[in-house]
Antibody, heavy 119, light 105 residues
């Protein structure tokens, strides 16, 4: 049974970099041709697609975050990561990693990680 | 950017009711439209993909229809466990979610 699990600091200071990792267990991150995805939900708001990375390292980011966002993949450890720099309080959110089976929808989600941006 | 607009933003319903939620895209997206259920403190759950295909394990009281710009999610007989927020999401260009529809008692 494939599972996703987010990890990282739950508190980040303004202007610093938010870094999260998603560990994939139960299958190889290189199998199946999946797009490994990040989605966030700011408090009281709806879901927001952040971007995805393919096992080749190819990435696609949402335009509104593209200038601050970097995603990477570590196939040897079956992990993919998100790095968002110059964060503000507006980046406070529940961050989910998810799997897109190359068909545009998200069929498997991590439990989510709440990240608060505050001094 | 493709904008997704759901209506209503919230609705009140009773167990056994037939519930319909609408999602409209700002441009044609063919059938690149998917629906999710999200309960507080839980992980979003895929219900419908490609506008009308039921995801594995999802009860048959959920159904989806539409193409182009207008789509609907229907719950044929609302059950207690269906009270949640529902989101549509397009994958025609990038990925965008609707703002959500909260189904309340």
């Amino acid at each position: 049974q494939v599972q996703l699990q987010e990890s990282g600091p739950g508190l980040v200071k303004p202007s610093q970099t938010l870094s999260l990792t998603c560990t994939v267990s139960g299958d190889s991150i290189t199998s199946g041709g999946y797009y490994w995805t990040w989605i966030r939900q700011q408090p009281g708001k709806g879901l927001e697609w952040v971007g995805y990375i393919y096992h080749s390292g190819a990435t696609f980011y949402t335009p509104s975050l593209k200038s601050r966002l970097t995603m990477s993949i570590d196939t040897s450890n079956n992990q993919f990561s998100l790095s968002l720099n110059s964060v503000t309080a507006a980046d406070t959110a529940m961050y989910y990693c998810a799997r897109d089976p190359h068909r545009g929808y998200f069929d498997l989600w991590g439990q989510g990680m709440l990240v608060t941006v505050s001094s | 950017d493709i904008q997704m607009t759901q209506s209503p933003s919230s609705l009140s319903a009773s167990v056994g009711d037939r519930v319909t939620i609408t999602c409209r895209a700002s441009q044609s997206i063919s059938t690149y439209l998917h629906w999710y259920q999200h309960k507080p403190g839980k992980v979003p759950k895929l219900l419908i993909f490609a506008a009308s295909s039921l995801h594995s394990g999802v009860p048959s009281r959920f159904s989806g229809s539409g193409s182009g710009t207008d789509f609907t999610l229907t719950i044929s007989s609302l059950q207690p466990e269906d009270f949640a927020t529902y989101y549509c999401q397009q994958s025609y260009s990038d990925r965008t979610f609707g703002q959500g529809t909260k189904v309340e008692i």
